[in-house]
């Protein structure tokens, strides 16, 4: 698809990049064939691992079209991990090479070995390995590949333990693209936002895929900023973001029609988008928000519609050739439409399987090819996806089953409560206890007592939080989700009496 995109106008800009120079596909392409030599010449086999720790640039991405031709398997690294988390990751996809920022050579000279090559890349496109491609005549060929060969390994967060490789194939990749492309009527005549990191499916897979299939622009930004974005916006056509991108863009003055009206299209994921921001954004722009539903182990699954309602609180209906289906929890049977249940998706874009973990793939699967996604929805009368939560976030208080997401939606609707999470802690009672954990708007005066008065009347008494507490923000990660389990970990002893007493 890259190459397609090169040969039908190597002039055209692919990066656009704020106070350095543009790349064109030309370029681009050269550089990437010069990358593919570089890695066959440090040793990197069809099959070898490529991890990289590095900061957001266009040669990130370059790099990682090099080693989809070199055949071996991309596996990026969030630049946040610390060095006890890369050796873990380094043990476990024992990759060939290990690409790092300039800065933190000295910290990862050590790793390398007769195993392990260690080379350099900095966000300004200079290090060890751009030095290599430099002298490097371009690949002539790529190295063939099946859409059933890996193409990538991307670990997930790793919140309820190890994090585990998801290993997504050529195919999955392609497959994806080709129907995001479809679905969202992206085209060579796009001009991209890129403000999202490159390192997760949604930067790397979902947008930069997108692009240079298309043979799109990317306006390549390293970081989010507000005015910046709306600066952008003056000469593009689609922002790619998270929940907190809109947050922040309504929280602007310069945010309104004027500022958005060359933008054709707005799109979020990573995170639920609060029923506030989707509904102050049309408000603001007379843009509706397009959300839509994937997840490492299947890139995108689900989306609202281009052409149609953008429901607020739904991610639409399942991508071309993706099935999706609600069933029980506990015995996997399919459910009546209207009911809450596991979400399971089976398609092209569905995962392989985790790295070297085949009895947990085995235990993610069901016999017809469906993977058991984690998340709990419904799906509407109309057809509409509604995620109401994860599996693992699911309270069940004296025996009843709790979804988080129908109490937090009440609890978001009070006056003066800018966001909740809510989660089971361990109760001697009740098995697990309702709990939630609100963050005040700016200057509102809130106390437990009167929001638990106010959800009385709202939600049956065995969904009512047995406990309110305040908090000055809820804990996130790099892609805007609230981390649950951090809240599970923090909060475990509340019910204890020594903690109950204090906490009272």
Not at 35 to 44: D, N
Request: proline residues 6%.
């Amino acid at each position: 698809m890259f190459d397609a995109s090169c040969r039908k106008d190597g002039a055209k800009v692919m990066f656009e990049r704020p106070g350095q120079p543009p790349i064109t596909y030309a370029a681009a392409n050269d550089l990437v064939l010069r990358l593919a030599t570089a890695l066959e010449e440090l040793s990197v086999r069809p099959g070898d691992r490529v991890a990289v720790q590095v900061e957001k640039s266009a040669e990130a991405v370059l790099l990682y079209l090099a080693c989809l031709r070199t055949g071996g398997l991309f596996l990026p690294l969030n630049t946040a991990y610390t060095g006890a988390e890369i050796d873990y990751f380094l043990d476990n996809a024992e990759p060939r090479l290990f690409v790092c920022d300039p800065g933190a050579v000295d910290q990862h000279a050590k790793r390398a070995s007769a195993a392990l090559a260690v080379e350099t890349l900095g966000a300004d496109g200079g290090g060890t390995l751009m030095q290599r491609a430099a002298q490097a005549v371009p690949q002539p060929a790529p190295v063939e590949r099946s859409p059933n060969d890996p193409a990538a390994i991307l670990y997930t967060s790793g919140t309820t333990g190890r994090s585990k490789g998801a290993v997504l194939t050529h195919g999955n990749l392609a497959s994806n693209t080709v129907a995001l492309n479809q679905a969202w009527r992206f085209s060579g005549s796009d001009r991209l936002i890129h403000a999202l990191p490159i390192f997760h499916t949604h930067g790397l897979f979902v947008a930069c895929n997108m692009a240079l299939s298309a043979g799109a622009t990317m306006i390549f930004l390293t970081r989010f900023d507000v005015d910046q974005i709306i600066d952008e916006m003056a000469d593009a056509t689609v922002l790619m973001g998270v929940p907190t991108f809109y947050t922040r863009l309504l929280k602007s003055p310069r945010l309104g029609p004027l500022a958005t009206a060359g933008m054709r299209l707005f799109v979020s994921g990573s995170a639920p988008l609060p029923q506030d921001v989707h509904t102050g954004f049309a408000e603001r722009t007379g843009h509706v928000i397009l959300e839509r539903y994937g997840m490492t182990e299947t890139c995108m699954i689900a989306s609202n519609p281009h052409a149609g309602e953008r429901r607020t609180g739904a991610v639409g209906f399942a991508l071309p050739d993706v099935d999706i289906r609600i069933t029980d929890r506990e015995t996997g049977a399919a459910l009546p439409q209207g009911e809450t249940g596991a979400i399971e998706v089976r398609g092209p874009n569905v995962f392989q399987g985790y790295w070297r973990m085949p009895e947990k793939t085995a235990a993610e699967f069901r016999e017809d090819g469906f993977f058991i996604t984690g998340d709990l929805g419904r799906i509407d009368a109309d057809g509409y996806l509604h995620i109401i939560g994860r599996d693992k976030d699911l309270v069940i208080s004296g025996g009843y089953n709790v979804y988080p997401k129908e109490i937090e939606t009440a609890l978001d609707a009070l006056p003066g409560v800018a966001e909740s999470a809510v989660i089971g802690v361990p109760h001697p009672d009740f098995g697990e206890a309702v709990t939630a954990i609100v963050v005040p708007a700016p200057g509102a005066s809130l106390d437990s007592a009167t929001l638990l008065k106010a959800l009385s009347g709202e939600l049956a008494r065995y969904k009512q939080p047995k406990t309110v507490l305040l908090a000055d923000a809820l804990p996130r990660n790099v892609m805007g989700k609230v981390q649950k389990a951090e809240l599970r970990r923090h909060f475990a002893d509340l019910y204890t009496p020594a903690a109950s007493d204090t906490a009272s």
